[in-house]
């Protein structure tokens, strides 16, 4: 009798064990595992700190974006007048001018890779779930832009409407998006042959709402990897943009600006270069461990 009870209550602990397995939703799980992962952690804190530092910066320094200072140019790194990353050619403070590019930088990665992914995921999930002619329609569109190089498409936009940040969101929202549809489409075909689909389907529910509720929520995966991927690819592109003289321009300033302006002025002021350089390098790492961890955490077969 006392090895049916032992027997029994070991099975009970087990079936209750399971119980909280099975219990646990798979955002949890994903988040516990991403949780265990020190490189991803380790990118989310340092790029947590940049971003506060950032914010507040500019505002924990005596010196302005507009600030000159005739008799400090070309000053390196020192605390003397709280110069903490010293000055560029023109004396001005490059502690200051260095958060303020963040701000930027950082801006046009996060608004632009919101663009892409609105547009990304609507396109590619209404071509994936319809099928057919629609499917066939959309994506040749799709092939066509893919056609237009990034910076040819850049120029036409400066030529026309002129030198505005904005036109650097759309430009580069405009381009970004398109790979963003196609892994969309991909996992759409893959997920309305599923039975809850059919089940839906069966249910009566309208296909806005099944892409809504059904589609789009079991997708959203591969889409939250590539996002981490695609925000220090569209920084990357705004650095060489406005490295050409096609992005963001003075008075407002960007790491791609400042790093513009520091190959430069190698010779004379090598901080000018290595500190926002620096600080692009460490975010791009940043993205991309958060990026392999979400994979990581994500991934169905490793749980």
Same mark, same amino acid.
Not at 133 to 139: E, G, P, V, W
Not at 250 to 263: D, F, R, Y
């Given at each position: 009798?006392?090895f049916l009870t032992k027997r029994r209550d070991q099975q009970?602990?087990?079936?209750?064990?399971?119980g909280r397995t099975v219990g646990r939703s798979l955002w949890?799980?994903?988040?516990?595992?991403?949780?265990?992962?020190?490189?991803?952690?380790?990118?989310?804190?340092?790029?947590?700190?940049?971003?506060?530092?950032?914010?507040?910066?500019?505002?924990?320094?005596?010196?302005?974006?507009?600030?000159?200072?005739?008799?400090?140019?070309?000053?390196?790194?020192?605390?003397?007048?709280?110069?903490? $990353?010293?000055?560029?050619?023109?004396?001005?403070?490059?502690?200051?001018?260095?958060?303020?590019?963040?701000?930027?930088?950082?801006?046009?990665?996060?608004?632009?890779?919101?663009?892409?992914?609105?547009?990304?995921?609507?396109?590619?999930?209404?071509?994936?779930?319809?099928?057919?002619?629609?499917?066939?329609?959309?994506?040749?569109?799709?092939?066509?832009?893919?056609?237009?190089?990034?910076?040819?498409?850049?120029?036409?936009?400066?030529?026309?409407?002129?030198?505005?940040?904005?036109?650097?969101?759309?430009?580069?929202?405009?381009?970004?998006?398109?790979?963003?549809?196609?892994?969309?489409?991909?996992?759409?075909?893959?997920?309305?042959?599923?039975?809850?689909?059919?089940?839906?389907?069966?249910?009566?529910?309208?296909?806005?709402?099944?892409?809504?509720?059904?589609?789009?929520?079991?997708?959203?995966?591969?889409?939250?990897?590539?996002?981490?991927?695609?925000?220090?690819?569209?920084?990357?592109?705004?650095?060489?943009?406005? $490295?050409?003289?096609?992005?963001?321009?003075?008075?407002?300033?960007?790491?791609?600006?400042?790093?513009?302006?520091?190959?430069?002025?190698?010779?004379?002021?090598?901080?000018?270069?290595?500190?926002?350089?620096?600080?692009?390098?460490?975010?791009?790492?940043?993205?991309?461990?958060?990026?392999?961890?979400?994979?990581?955490?994500?991934?169905?077969?490793?749980?």
């Amino acid at each position: 009798m006392g090895f049916l009870t032992k027997r029994r209550d070991q099975q009970l602990a087990a079936m209750q064990a399971a119980g909280r397995t099975v219990g646990r939703s798979l955002w949890q799980d994903a988040l516990r595992r991403f949780a265990t992962n020190r490189a991803a952690m380790g990118g989310v804190v340092v790029l947590l700190l940049i971003s506060l530092l950032a914010v507040i910066g500019p505002m924990i320094s005596p010196h302005t974006l507009e600030d000159y200072y005739w008799e400090y140019i070309l000053v390196p790194p020192t605390f003397e007048n709280a110069h903490w $990353f010293g000055t560029d050619s023109n004396g001005r403070d490059m502690f200051v001018r260095t958060f303020h590019g963040a701000r930027i930088s950082l801006t046009i990665g996060v608004m632009t890779t919101a663009v892409a992914l609105l547009i990304g995921v609507t396109w590619g999930s209404v071509a994936g779930y319809f099928g057919g002619r629609i499917d066939n329609i959309m994506m040749r569109f799709v092939d066509v832009l893919y056609a237009l190089p990034l910076l040819f498409f850049i120029i036409i936009l400066v030529t026309v409407f002129g030198r505005n940040i904005y036109l650097v969101f759309i430009g580069i929202g405009a381009v970004e998006w398109l790979t963003m549809s196609r892994i969309v489409r991909g996992q759409t075909l893959s997920v309305k042959q599923k039975e809850y689909v059919e089940a839906a389907r069966a249910l009566g529910l309208s296909n806005l709402q099944i892409v809504r509720r059904h589609v789009v929520p079991n997708i959203i995966g591969p889409v939250i990897v590539f996002v981490t991927l695609l925000i220090p690819t569209t920084i990357l592109v705004e650095s060489y943009l406005s $490295f050409l003289g096609l992005g963001v321009q003075e008075p407002m300033t960007s790491w791609g600006v400042l790093i513009s302006q520091g190959a430069a002025s190698i010779d004379t002021g090598p901080w000018l270069l290595v500190i926002p350089g620096t600080f692009l390098a460490v975010t791009l790492f940043c993205f991309n461990f958060i990026g392999d961890g979400l994979r990581d955490a994500l991934d169905p077969e490793g749980r």
